[in-house]
T-cell receptor
Framework: AQKVTQAQTEISVVEKEDVTLDCVYE???????LFWYKQPPSGELVFLIR??????QNEISGRYSWNFQKSTSSFNFTITASQVVDSAVYFC???????????FGAGTRLTVKP | ETGVTQTPRHLVMGMTNKKSLKCEQH?????MYWYKQSAKKPLELMFV???????ENNSVPSRFSPECPNSSHLFLHLHTLQPEDSALYLC?????????????FGPGTRLLVL
């Protein structure tokens, strides 16, 4: 069965702090894809990253970085020097080879206070 | 206009009403999706269309009826809904359904059923 767990329901930080959002997944597939999306108050899910199961190289994009570790089935997301505009709900998702079975975690609500 | 658009953004309807949600994508994609996002629940995939053919129906009640007249437009026809159907309905599109193509989401329609 496919499952995504985001254990942190809500996180609150002060601006400029670093924050890590955890994502743990379960799958029996050897080929799968992991995603992170951001949902600001406007409601739209904004795509952040897609990573396939064969690529464990960590990725950095500006203040965002992702740590993919198959050994612990985790795909954690770190925001460095957080800003108020980072306040949103962040979703981790897991997909099989086709999109018909994309599973989302429950989301982590991040609040960045000035 | 770019990306994925949804109308209306907000909708209030009674249980005996009939209404339709509209989604339009301007990305040249071939697959479109409807998701339901309820409070405190993970996103639930409702329907998947690929090249205008429905390829997934996740045990959605018949009071929800999707329609995909072409690869750019997707509708969700609603009739005799229940209060528990109140949620944010998100539309997404992707290039295809194979190889877990990234899904791009619209802003959603926030539905309230009275």
């Amino acid at each position: 069965a496919q499952k995504v767990t985001q254990a942190q329901t809500e996180i609150s930080v002060v601006e400029k702090e670093d924050v890590t959002l955890d994502c743990v997944y379960e799958t029996r597939d050897t080929t799968y894809y992991l995603f992170w999306y951001k949902q600001p108050p406007s409601g739209e899910l904004v795509f952040l990253i897609r990573r396939n199961s064969f690529d464990e190289q960590n990725e950095i994009s500006g203040r965002y970085s992702w740590n993919f570790q198959k050994s612990t089935s985790s795909f954690n997301f770190t925001i460095t020097a957080s800003q108020v505009v980072d306040s949103a709900v962040y979703f981790c998702a897991l997909s099989r080879l086709n999109n018909n079975d994309m599973r989302f975690g429950a989301g982590t609500r991040l609040t960045v206070k000035p | 206009e770019t990306g994925v658009t949804q109308t209306p953004r907000h909708l209030v309807m009674g249980m005996t009403n009939k209404k339709s949600l509209k989604c339009e994508q301007h990305l040249g994609h071939n697959a479109m999706y409807w998701y339901k996002q309820s409070a405190k629940k993970p996103l639930e995939l409702m329907f998947v269309y690929s090249l205008e053919e429905r390829v997934e129906n996740n045990s959605v009640p018949s009071r929800f009826s999707p329609e995909c007249p072409n690869s750019s437009h997707l509708f969700l026809h609603l009739h005799t809904l229940q209060p528990e159907d109140s949620a944010l309905y998100l539309c997404a599109s992707s290039l295809g359904t194979g190889d877990s193509e990234t899904q791009y989401f619209g802003p959603g329609t926030r539905l309230l059923v009275l």
